[in-house]
T-cell receptor, first 113, second 115 residues
């Protein structure tokens, strides 16, 4: 069963606006990752945040992690039409072992030009 | 292009047939993962290898599924006696262990349709 729950399931915004996606998870983790998937294609790693970090930036991406609430958010600033994709959070398996990832159901982002 | 390749990209088969997919990871990566993804859902973990050893299998992986990584390089995933419920995108990923959390690099996937 999947560990993560993402919210919203779908998000439609205009180019230039910011997009925020949220992810909740169930067990204690030592890191959380975000991936992007263009329609019908493989996933691309965006950013990793460790459990001792509260916020991390990469270009137009900002990720926050609240381990007390078991939640994370991904903010994309100044969105572009090319950001249209599905975004997934992914956390480690039980006991943070083995390297496998447990993915949320994803947020489908549509950025209209 | 992440450097992980999968073959074939699309496979259409009839129920009851066997299918085999191949994944070629990034050459220096020691870990290789298989995931399955259905429409509108996130990928679900199936199994992973470290070098040639299969270290974990999901309960999703029924007896009809088998995966190998014979020389610690490419991997194959075979589904025997396919069922319509096996229709999905099968994703392969690879990573290099570094003592910390792995960043996984995904291939483009093999889309399986079982008629």
């Amino acid at each position: 069963s999947q560990q993560g729950e993402e919210d919203p399931q779908a998000l439609s915004i205009q180019e230039g606006e910011n997009a925020t996606m949220n992810c909740s998870y169930k067990t204690s983790i030592n890191n959380l990752q975000w991936y992007r998937q263009n329609s019908g294609r493989g996933l691309v790693h965006l950013i990793l945040i460790r459990s001792n970090e509260r916020e991390k930036h990469s270009g137009r991406l900002r990720v926050t992690l609240d381990t007390s609430k078991k939640s994370s958010s991904l903010l994309i600033t100044a969105s572009r039409a090319a950001d249209t994709a599905s975004y997934f959070c992914a956390s480690p398996g039980l006991y943070n072992q083995g390297g496998k990832l447990i993915f949320g159901q994803g947020t489908e982002l549509s950025v209209k030009p | 292009d992440t450097g992980v390749s999968q073959d074939p990209r699309h496979k259409i088969t009839k129920r009851g047939q066997n299918v085999t997919f191949r994944c070629d990871p990034i050459s220096e990566h020691n870990r290789l993962y298989w995931y399955r993804q259905t429409l509108g859902q996130g990928p679900e973990f199936l199994t992973y290898f470290q070098n040639e050893a299969q270290l974990e299998k999901s309960r999703l992986l029924s007896d009809r599924f088998s995966a190998e990584r014979p020389k610690g390089s490419f991997s194959t995933l075979e589904i025997q006696r396919t069922e319509q419920g096996d229709s999905a995108m099968y994703l392969c990923a690879s990573s290099q262990t570094s003592g910390g959390p792995d960043t996984q690099y995904f291939g483009p996937g093999t889309r399986l349709t079982v008629l």
